[in-house]
Structure formats: C-alpha cells, structure tokens
C-alpha cells in the first residue's frame, strides 16, 4: 500500500492537532488512578460530532494510546497504577523508586511502550488490509461463527468467575434486543416506550457504565489517600541507551509480540498481555530471582505489551469489525456515530479513512514517546489530585454528552441507570467487559444468523460443515480446554 499519502493526511495540522490532544488527555486520565481511558473515550465521543470522520477517530484512537502509556508514571512513583494496564509494572517500578531510581523505571517504561506500540503498528499494517480482504468473501455463517467464538472467549478469559462472565454477556446481549428488529423492521420490547423504539444507545450506556460508575463508587466509597512518596523523586536517567537496547532487546520484541497477538483475542486486554508477557520474561530471564525486587526486565516486559494490545486489538477491529477491547467497542460506536460501518466493507468503501487511521497510529505513539519525557514530571503531580475534585466534571460532561446525543433526557436517565448497573456489577465483583462487547456484537450475530438462515431456508448445516464454522469451534474448545485447566491447577 502507498503509505505517504495517508501519512502526509494524518501530519495535517488539524488531524495532527488533535492526534496531540488525544493523546495528552490519554496520558492525563490514564495516571489518575480510578480513571480510565474506557472512561475518556466514552465521555469524548459525543463532543466528536461534529467534527470530520478521520479526526474524531484519530484522536479517540491517539487518547487510547496515551492512557495505556500514561498509567505506568503512578505506578511507577506512587505504586497504583493508573489503569489495570500496568499492574505488572508496579511489581518492580516502586521497587526501582524505592532504591531511588524512579527516573529509571519510568524511562525504561516509555521506551518498552514506544517499542510495543511500533511493533503492534507493524503488525496492525501487515494484518489489516489482507484480512479485510479475505473477510470479503465470508459467509454470514462464517461472520456469525467468528462472532460467537469471540463471545464464548470473552467469557472465559473473563477475570474471574466464568459464570458472571457469562452472566454479563448475556445481559449486553438482552440490553441489545429493543429497538427495531433488523431484519423484519417491527419494533419489540418497547412496551409502549416511544423512547425505547431506538433501543438502548450504546453512547448513554457506556457513559453510565464507566464514568457514572465511578462517580457512584467515589461518593458511597471514597477512595483511601494517595502515596506519594515517589512524587518527589528526581526523575533523571530517563532515557534509554543503545546498550540497553542491545541488552533487553530481545525481551523488547518477545513481550512485544505478545502483546500485540494477545491484544488481537477478543475482549482480552491490555492487563492479561502485560501478565502473560511478564511471566514469560520470568520463565526466559538469568535473574528471575530479581523479578518483583526491581526488576529493569519486568517493567519492560509489562510496558511493551500492554502497549502493544493497542494495535493488536485494532486487527479485527479494522479488518473484521469486531472489537478486541473494550474501548474498540467503543471506538466501533464513534464509526458508526459518523456514518461508517465496521466491518470488511471499511476498507473497500473508505479506503483512505482506514489508511489514514493506520498512519494516525504511528504518529499517535511518536507523540507520546515526546510527551511522556517532557510532561511525566507535572502528570505525576496531577495525579495526585483527589479524584473526589475531578469527580464532579466528570458527571456534567457525562449528562451533557448523553443528552446532546438526541436532545433527550431519555437517554440521560439511561446514562444514570446504567450507572447503578456498573457500581452494582463491579461491587460483586461481575466484569463490564462481557457485557459491553456481548451489547455490540449481539445486532451483528443476529443479523448474520437471521441472513444466513434466510438463504438457506433455515438450514443450519452449514455452521458444523464448512470450513470457518468449523476452525472456529475447534479453536474456541481448544482455548475453553486450556483456560480449564489453568484455573484448575491455579
């Protein structure tokens, strides 16, 4: 593919301008323990209206991008991380500024993301374009296999107890069924509610869900003070040399690789590839006895690969329309929210949207290379902010964007409803993830379904008999079988 062209688009000043904005509130929120980029990005889409396709999805993208990165400077220098990206950093990042060298850690941390991010992107370009083409071909059969594998992975990769895994996907799943039937076009489940003949907007909902949710669980439990011991630290030796590089290079690209595959599983997360690199660093280090002491190698393997979800979680999200996250559930409402749909046909009907998003990747984790080094050092003060002073911004911007979505305070009691129904699934401890990733790809599994029993004259053969249905089962019995045995012996 000719890469200049999107590249030059995306270096535009306006789509450049807001490629660095998104990432500089990314880095922001993502050091603020209790808030997330899932938040951010929720909060953002409405006031995304009323700009051009290409922007709106290139700083969402560049805020996702910097709120994986920005975690790592709290958990590093205060020993809470800002999102459960960097849990695994915080195992040898406060040790590191405990023995004073904050500045170290943080360093090696933004390198090791730098890296990972450039090496999913590459993976990102290999992947996409190809895949959306082979995807062209695919049956609704095959897109209705691929959907459910990726519901039934969801849930038992899901943190936890798989059974409120299940529990929450089913739910996003009956949240997703008022409205108008896709296929038939009457209206179900509406029972009587004018409101409700669009359904549940996905915007309110994931709004309630994140931020309401939080500012729920802020006002009935406040959060403890904050450490701040590493705050004070001097942040020097940040940068990486070459024999660094030449010395954890190979863990570099390993955790990198990781990260970017784990990232494209659905529903995944930037948490379990910074796990699962991290304990394979463990498994190939000659100081294993290091690790959780102080480890340089830990935070690097934990650093790259959470970072390199990004773009591995990107993969089906571009070429398939299926999203790997939690925040390309996300990211799959703002294409909608501007007109485009997700899916295979992206790339063949807006091709140069789709390549200039690629190239706004790069440029994304350039600009958060350069902003963590000049900005860690105000961030790390920032984030020792009470988030109780943040909260209430955090609840207008939340009513506001919900109510400008249509103009109705209809869709603001949604936002508030579904904000009792986050606290309350958090508070017991049910994962979000099933359930928002179970509301977005229910319409597209029913459509599928529903299309391809309609060609058929409802024969249902096809998915045990041909080839994807097939591959699909087998690999969703392979990865249940495994995740079985894991839990078990764990």
């Not at 909902?205 to 406040?222: C, H, R, T, W």
């Not at 000659?286 to 970072?307: Q, R």
Request: hydrophobic share 55%.
């Amino acid at each position: 593919m000719d890469f200049l062209a999107p590249l030059l688009q995306a270096l535009a000043p306006v789509t450049l301008l807001y490629i660095t904005i998104g990432v500089f509130l990314g880095i922001t929120i993502g050091a603020i323990p209790g808030l997330t980029g899932s938040m951010l990005i929720a909060l953002s889409l409405p006031f995304t209206f009323t700009m051009e396709a290409v922007n709106a999805i290139a700083m969402l993208i560049a805020m996702y991008v910097g709120a994986v990165s920005g975690s790592l400077i709290t958990a590093v220098l205060m020993r809470m991380p800002g999102t459960a990206a960097s849990v695994m950093t915080t195992f040898d990042g406060y040790p590191m500024t405990q023995n004073g060298k904050a500045g170290r850690a943080i360093g090696l941390g933004i390198a090791a993301s730098f890296i990972g991010g450039i090496i999913s992107w590459m993976f990102l370009i290999a992947l996409a374009e190809p895949l959306s083409r082979i995807a062209v071909r695919f049956t609704e059969f095959d897109f209705f296999s691929m959907i459910v594998m990726a519901l039934l992975l969801l849930v038992v990769l899901s943190k936890g107890n798989m059974i409120k895994g299940l529990i929450a996907g089913l739910l996003g799943i009956l949240i997703a069924l008022p409205g108008l039937d896709p296929i038939g076009g009457n209206y179900r489940f509406t029972y009587g509610i004018a409101e409700l003949r669009d359904g549940f907007k996905l915007l309110p909902v994931l709004v309630g869900l994140f931020a309401g949710n939080q500012i729920l669980s802020e006002i009935i439990k406040p959060g403890k003070g904050r450490v701040q011991s590493g705050i004070s630290q001097s942040l020097h030796g940040m940068f990486m040399s070459l024999s660094d590089l030449r010395r954890h290079g190979v863990n570099l690209v390993r955790s990198s690789v990781i990260g970017t595959w784990i990232g494209i599983l659905p529903g995944v997360g930037a948490n379990i590839g910074s796990a699962f690199a991290y304990s394979v660093a463990k498994s190939f280090s000659s100081e294993p006895e290091k690790y959780g002491h102080g480890s340089e190698e830990g935070v690097i393997a934990s650093e790259s690969a959470n970072n390199a979800t990004v773009g591995g979680a990107l993969v089906p999200l571009i070429a398939l329309g299926i999203p790997g996250s939690v925040v390309d559930a996300i990211l799959i409402g703002g294409l909608v929210i501007h007109g485009l749909q997700p899916g295979p046909g992206l790339y063949r009907s807006n091709p140069e949207f789709v390549q200039t998003i690629l190239a706004s990747v790069l440029i994304a984790n350039v600009i958060m290379l350069a902003l963590m080094y000049l900005i860690t050092p105000w961030i790390a003060r920032i984030a020792a902010v009470p988030t109780k002073l943040l909260l209430p911004g955090i609840l207008v911007l939340s009513v506001i964007g919900s109510f400008a979505l249509a103009n109705s305070w209809f869709d603001v009691l949604v936002m508030l409803g579904f904000s009792v129904v986050g606290f309350g699934m958090e508070r017991r401890n049910y994962p979000l993830a099933p359930l928002v990733i179970g509301l977005v790809l229910a319409p597209l599994a029913e459509t599928s379904f529903r299309n391809a029993t309609m060609y058929t004259d409802g024969d249902i053969l096809p998915l045990v008999f041909t080839p994807i249905p097939v591959a699909c089962m087998v690999l969703t019995g392979i990865m249940w079988y495994f995740m079985f045995r894991i839990r078990k012996n764990g």
